[in-house]
């Protein structure tokens, strides 16, 4: 049993006060994807491991001792497994604005901070797409997610971690308050990669009378994204269904999303079947859950998932993703056709 410090007990009363770990900023988790050719080529960390501190015989508290506290990490990971997930993430300062172009990397350990694994450098994915697949709700919001860090974590065991990050900001190591993390134990998951994809109805414009706001939130909506029926066309080809609302997202992340996917959308064509399935009952919170998401093991929001020809998850990304992320993974499913 590791001895219990001064600094691992102040450690642990952080972690106590931290903020727990929320879908709010809408960063993800996921599979993670080799890459393709015809796909944009994965982006590489800013930074190097040697620009950040070994973790290796120390503890988290001894790796932040003399570093000044910085921005607050801001996962919005709800599901993490045994084995590598991808770590979406945000930094966010003390007026709650979104930081980008840092260096960063994620260190891991044990609630009291022993050990400690680390760095496991992030690289930044832009959500940036062109201006004609920008939403309106995107391009009026100030707060919309613009991007996020993304990093690969491998974690041997089930159980509650404790997650930190340390930034490069204004030429020094900053470092951020540690977070709690469950690793498993979830009763209710979502589908993954390598199962079979569930079979749901979703509506299109001939459900509805053409009156597509009530299937779309979106503004304007996006109809290369609602034309198809999922139960029609999974098995058949590819498909990548999208569960978000751009209006309603309790995140600012749903209408980039959608807007990520619009666009890969037009780069693809239709050798691959894009759709965009709303979140809640005739798009009223109050309402509950729409079917679709209570089939998908859903709770959260936004939830991606790309699918192969014969209706097996290949990739599965839970908040926010960049559109060579979705690119790489659609290449998978395709063959890079």
Not at 47 to 60: N, Q, S, Y
Not at 94 to 123: H, I
Not at 277 to 285: A, K, L, R, S, T
Not at 325 to 337: I, S
Request: hydrophobic share 40%.
């Amino acid at each position: 049993m590791p001895r219990v410090t001064r600094s691992s007990r102040l450690f642990l009363l952080l972690l106590a006060l931290a903020v727990p770990i929320a879908v709010a900023v809408g960063c993800g988790s996921g599979s993670s994807d080799d890459g393709n050719d015809t796909a944009p080529a994965q982006p590489q960390p800013t930074a190097k491991a040697e620009d950040f501190p070994p973790a290796t015989g120390r503890t988290l508290p001894d790796l932040i001792a003399n570093l000044p506290r910085g921005p607050q990490l801001a996962p919005s990971v709800s599901l993490l497994e045994k084995g590598s997930n991808r770590v979406g993430f945000a930094l966010f300062d003390s007026a709650g604005k979104q930081l980008s172009g840092a260096g960063v990397s994620l260190y891991v350990g044990a609630t009291d901070g022993s050990s400690a694994r680390g760095p496991f450098l992030a690289r930044a994915e832009s959500l940036k797409v062109s201006p004609q697949f920008e939403s309106k709700q995107t391009a009026t919001d100030p707060n919309s997610a613009r991007g996020v860090y993304v990093a690969d974590v491998p974690f041997k065991k089930d159980g509650k971690y404790a997650m930190l990050a340390i930034a490069q900001l204004d030429g020094r190591l900053v470092s951020t308050q540690p977070i709690g993390v469950q690793v498993g134990g979830k009763k209710v998951v979502p589908p993954g990669v390598g199962q079979k994809a569930p079979v749901i109805h979703t509506l299109t414009p001939a459900d509805v009378a053409g009156d597509v706001a009530k299937i779309d939130t979106r503004i304007p909506a996006a109809p290369s994204l609602l034309k198809d029926d999922f139960a029609d066309v999974v098995g058949k080809k590819p498909v990548v269904i999208t569960f978000a609302t751009p209006q309603l997202c309790q995140s600012r992340v749903c209408g980039p999303v959608v807007d990520v996917v619009d666009e890969v959308q037009a780069k693809v064509g239709d050798k691959v079947s894009f759709i965009h399935q709303e979140v809640y009952q005739d798009n009223e919170i109050n309402k509950g859950l729409r079917p679709q998401l209570q089939t998908y093991k859903l709770q959260t929001e936004p939830w991606t998932f790309v699918i192969d020809k014969d209706g097996v998850i290949s990739t599965r990304f839970e908040g926010a993703f960049s559109p060579g992320e979705l690119e790489r993974a659609v290449a998978k499913v395709t063959g890079g056709a």
